[in-house]
């Protein structure tokens, strides 16, 4: 189990790095808080991160926090996106105990070429499924956003 959640751990800050990238090509400052693996599943309470990154922009105001994934499966927008309507914003406990809340989640597709972006704001339209985690043995309450509410950018 840690092994696995080290290996995706290890792919999603490739994935960090490219948002991170991307947004300090547009001229934001980012800040990408450093991570620390737990050295067991029963201390995971003590290694909850605050945020993959903080944007802030280059004149100023408040940082914006961001979660940031790398996915599996190819997609570039709507059009080809593998699973129609459905669209997984995360576990419901995470946004649930997220201080402070996702400005928004950014999903990559493999390729890191594509992005399919889920704005914070529109969680008041999001419902609530148990999903089967593939990695586990378990289902967990997950939030879902109505697909027109995804925005598709190319990075």
Not at 4 to 14: G, H, P, Q
Not at 38 to 67: A, I, L, M
Request: contains cysteine; glycine residues 6%.
């Amino acid at each position: 189990m840690q092994d696995k959640f080290v290996e995706r751990l290890n792919k999603s800050r490739k994935a960090v790095q490219v948002v991170a990238d991307w947004w300090r090509s547009r001229g934001y400052l980012v800040n990408v808080p450093q991570t620390a693996i737990r050295p067991s599943h029963n201390q995971w309470r003590q290694y909850v991160d605050s945020g993959d990154c903080y944007v802030t922009h280059k004149d100023g105001g408040t940082q914006k926090r961001f979660e940031v994934k790398g996915l599996s499966y190819n997609f570039t927008d709507i059009t080809d996106w593998p699973f129609g309507s459905n669209f997984i914003v995360c576990a419901k406990h995470s946004w649930d105990n997220a201080e402070p809340k996702p400005f928004a989640y950014m999903y990559l597709n493999p390729g890191m070429t594509d992005a399919a972006v889920v704005f914070g704001h529109h969680h008041k339209s999001w419902t609530i499924k148990s999903v089967p985690d593939r990695d586990r043995s378990y289902a967990q309450d997950c939030y879902l956003s109505p697909i027109d509410n995804i925005s598709w950018i190319v990075l």
